[in-house]
């Protein structure tokens, strides 16, 4: 006689198929999930691979190609490369967009850190000043700088009348080499409304007892600002600094325009005739790409430039949160 | 993995098929001249606008009359880019009319509009029917991917009551004189600033570039190997020497100050020789329609531009460019033959080009059309078409860099004229190798 041990086989085998079911139906459900936030996230998965993972990818191939835009790519390996070493042009522009990056990014930071300072301190006429700061945000970039250029006319332009009635001296401005950038620096501080009300906003969330607690330690004035200001809004010092650094690097706008019209054009696309007026001054890197690529029809070295800027927006935004940790203080501590 | 790394391979393959679009075209072979008349509908672009586009519009009219079976649409405000956009779109024109000769030598050798050699050669279109410099600028390393659709030339422009008044009787014929008479010309404000100019030396002053008065000095962009000769070529050199002692002898800060005021003035009512303040000016023979338009008062004449002093032969050339009209590799078939019929026509038919020319106030780009009775010139017109048939009217070099080698050598010469030149010989050395390097670059990849 045989004693069974086990679960009749019929009862084992509904039980694992019950199991299955259980597994079948738990996968399902996964898969529901999935695919309910792959249909959420499906207008961003498919407009950054259309506008960023698509160009991004095709620029990297293309960089490594003779392309002229009409006819097909052609494989020339890392020669586009090599050449940036040899272009007469390449290394004056890094010049031209490192001032930009190192001079004017600082100045225009804190000039808006400033105004934001200035304004978060008046007592009377406090939304009257932060429009009329706001205002110039509004004017598109192209506008702006002709009227800077109409502004700072050598001869007809208000500035300088103004100066010559005051018997100083009457610069050439968007005319001389020395004075071009520094003019457009000028015209980046006239526009610093929208990184203003950043500051604004972050000067006014200090937490008021902090500064109550470091005057009762007898800090003046200046140390306040040191120590309590400048170490609370540090994060948006960070992304003030980092957001104009990438647009430094990017800046072709108003360089162009300035550069144009200022040396006698028209301000249109196409025309190279006065490129980088005067002397070569404004001929930023993104200007030097674009003629190279749209105007001389050589895309596949303008490719290999924008990999090489890519490269380097990644460096620099990498290096300036790394040393984050060492200035940048959060509610938990440092960075 | 693998089938990440196929996916990658594939994304890859993908790109470099896709992204790019083109494919080649270019070389075309002519099929047998069609024998029936089947009706259809062409497109042209042209960057004509307004006025100027109802020009075109009646030429295209005078082109159905004669050919009924085909009707052209013809769209205006087309520029180059919008035209490349349209081709690699697969969407371009059957025909296109382009202002930038500087662009022929990417359409040419990249394909995007289709050799005419066959065309040409089938059809028996003499091309020598085009005064040598259209000829030259509208055919690159031998393939000719376009015919002339009437040229720009350049000229010297002068104020008559002005040259009057300073005691001059006749525009000046050399480099030495112009200098002369523009310093006499020229008259200063009480603060030491230029009222009226003589003449406005600076290169980047409204059509003062190099390559405009370059054939004044018989200067060549390219030498006979085939290389960039702003250095081996002397005149150059002396070319620019004599700009530099001319801005010198006026001053180069006055000149800035006064060049830098007139802002985008040159196509407006408020261009100054147009307006009286400046009494000779290097322009083109389109000036004399915007002159009759916006100053029928000025008194001015026309002249070829003044010449080396070294070589007084010379005088009665100048510089001449001009309009493209070409086949898109997009059109085919019917359409493209309907094209190519359209194309001849305005290219080649002396009712046509007289009509354009007569319009458009641009020099026409066939012998019949030049020595053509229904021509009207006026007298300042008139010098315009002399300068176009001298032998010594030049144009610049096709190339497929678009304008580089004159880009290039214009960021050399505005160095030069401020004076942070350095020496002239090594100056122009080195941008002959920045030229070469562009035109090695556009030949096949990075030198």
Known sequence: MTVATTAPPDAAQQAAAQQAARRRSARRAARRRRLTVLAFMSPWVVGFGVFFAYPLVTTAVLSFTHYDLLSSPKFIGLANYRFMARDPNFWPSVRNSAWMILIAVPVTVAFAFCVALTVSKAKRGATALRTVFYLPTLAPPVAATLGFVFLLNPRTGPINQVLALLHLPQPLWFDDPHLAKPSLTLLGMWGVGAIMIIFLAALLDVPVHLYEAAALDGANAWQRLVHVTLPTISPVILFAVITGVIDGLQYFTQGYVAGTVAGGGDAGAGSGSSLGYPEGSTLFYPVWLYQQGFQYFHMGYASAMAVVLFVISLVVTAALLRSARHWVHTASGSW | ?447
């Open chain 2, 1 to 447: 993995m693998k089938s990440r790394h196929g996916m990658l391979a594939a994304t890859t393959a993908l790109l470099l098929l896709s992204a790019c679009g083109g494919g080649s075209g270019g070389s075309v072979s002519a099929p047998p001249s069609p024998k029936s008349h089947k009706p259809v509908t062409i497109t042209l672009w042209s960057g004509f606008t307004g006025r100027e586009l109802g020009i075109i519009g009646r030429a295209v009219q005078k082109f159905h009359a004669s050919h009924s079976w085909i009707t052209v649409k013809s769209v205006g405000g087309q520029d180059d880019d919008k035209i490349v956009k349209a081709i690699r779109g697969g969407n371009a024109p059957d025909a296109a009319l382009s202002f930038s000769a500087d662009r022929l030598g990417s359409y040419c050798s990249s394909g995007a509009w289709i050799d005419l050699g066959s065309y040409i050669k089938r059809d028996k279109v003499d091309v020598n029917s085009f005064p040598k410099p259209s000829q030259g600028y509208t055919s690159y390393q031998g393939t000719r991917c376009a015919l002339p659709a009437l040229a720009d030339v350049y000229g010297l422009y002068y104020n008559t009551d002005m040259l009057k008044a300073a005691g001059f009787s006749a525009p000046p014929k050399t480099a030495s004189e112009l200098m002369r008479m523009a310093i006499k010309m020229t008259t200063y404000n009480s603060d030491g600033s230029i009222k009226v100019a003589g003449f406005v030396p600076m290169f980047g002053f409204y059509e003062m570039v190099p390559a405009h008065i370059a054939p004044s000095w018989g200067a060549k962009w390219v030498g006979a190997d085939g290389k960039s000769s702003l250095a081996s070529d002397p005149h150059w050199a002396t070319m620019l020497k004599w700009q530099k002692k001319f801005v010198d002898a006026i001053g180069y800060d006055k000149l800035k100050r006064f060049t830098a005021s007139t802002g985008s003035s040159e196509f407006s009512a408020s261009n100054l020789f147009e307006t009286g303040k400046l009494a000779m000016n290097v322009d083109g023979e389109y000036r004399t329609a915007f002159i009759n338009s916006e100053h029928p008062e000025l008194h001015y004449g026309t002249a070829p531009f003044p010449v080396d002093d070294a070589q007084p032969g010379l005088y009665g050339a100048g510089y001449v460019t001009g309009n493209l009209i070409g086949i898109p590799k997009t059109s085919t078939g019917d359409k493209r033959e309907a094209a190519w019929e359209l194309v001849k026509f305005l290219a080649t038919d002396t009712g046509a080009q007289v009509l354009l020319s007569n319009g458009l106030r641009n020099v026409p780009t066939t012998v019949g059309a030049l020595n053509s009775s229904a021509l009207t010139p006026d007298p300042q017109f008139a010098k315009f078409l002399d300068i176009y048939q001298n032998p010594g009217t030049d144009s610049t070099p096709v190339t497929a860099s678009g304008s580089a080698d004159q880009d290039l050598l214009t960021a050399y010469v505005d160095k030069w004229q401020a004076g942070s030149g350095g020496d002239i010989h090594a100056g122009l050395k080195k941008v002959d190798g920045q030229i070469d390097d562009e035109l090695a670059q556009s030949d096949g990849g990075a030198p």
